[in-house]
């Protein structure tokens, strides 16, 4: 089993984004589920993150304009990007965690133009 992400593009400044993220097949349910990002030349770091109960976390930098949400049934999470800027651009990833162990996703790239 595979996490797929989608959505990302090229968008303006002050645009929005929604990307998705799912498994390929049957998975067991997510203890948490994450997006990260990385750029050239820094570490992966984490954008958002969504328990099983709902609790969210996020950066710093995101917070306000970014909204993370998962489905009520299956392992789909979203990243609604709003108000993008230029240093949001970078490839997102997505992550999920259960019982069996941890899965990262294939990368979408973000790009905010100026």
């Known amino acids: 089993v595979q996490l797929q992400a989608s959505g990302g593009g090229l968008v303006q400044a002050g645009g929005s984004l929604r990307l998705s993220c799912a498994p390929s097949g049957r998975m067991a349910t997510a203890y948490v589920m994450a997006w990260y990002r990385q750029t050239p030349g820094n570490v992966r770091e984490m954008v958002a993150r969504?328990?099983?109960?709902?609790?969210?976390t996020y950066a710093e930098s995101v917070k306000g304009r970014f909204t993370i949400s998962r489905s009520i049934t299956g392992n789909t999470v979203h990243l609604q990007m709003n108000d993008l800027r230029p240093d949001d651009t970078g490839i997102y990833y997505c992550n999920q965690a259960n019982r069996v162990g941890e899965y990262w996703g294939q990368g979408t790239l973000v790009t905010v133009s100026s």
């Open positions: 969504i328990t099983a109960g709902g609790d969210t």
